[in-house]
Nanobody
Framework: QVQLVESAGGLVQAGGSLRLSCAAS????????LGWFRQAPGKEREFVAS????????YYADSVKGRFTISRDNAKNTVFLQLNSLKPEDTAVYSC????????????????WGKGTLVIVSS
């Protein structure tokens, strides 16, 4: 198993930037693909980005492509999500997820989840 803990989110103005991190413990970090999802108030959880075990492949939702960047540091057992050019509609609880192989956008196919961190973007 793997345990995931996200860094604190925060309040940021529209157009600003924020970097989220998610630290993993447990089994070998490099054995897992990692992803970020978000859930806005009153909405379903949605896929944001994912990265393969090696970090060689990344995937993004259309809504964040070109603004967000996912990366990982296998030596530090950490996955990052850089959020740039933030918009009020990016306000959500962001959660990281891990799976041995899956990198897709279907949330119930990911095996492990962090508790999430709140990001608020003010207009």
């Amino acid at each position: 198993q793997v345990q995931l803990v996200e860094s604190a989110g925060g309040l940021v103005q529209a157009g600003g930037s924020l970097r989220l991190s998610c630290a993993a413990s447990g089994r070998t970090f490099s054995s897992y693909a990692l992803g970020w999802f978000r859930q806005a108030p009153g909405k379903e959880r949605e896929f944001v980005a994912s990265i393969s075990r090696s970090g060689g492949s990344t995937y993004y939702a259309d809504s964040v492509k070109g603004r967000f960047t996912i990366s990982r540091d296998n030596a530090k057992n950490t996955v990052f999500l850089q959020l740039n050019s933030l918009k009020p509609e990016d306000t959500a609880v962001y959660s990281c997820a891990a799976d041995e192989a899956y990198t897709g956008s279907t949330d119930y196919l990911w095996d492990y989840w962090g508790k999430g961190t709140l990001v608020i973007v003010s207009s």
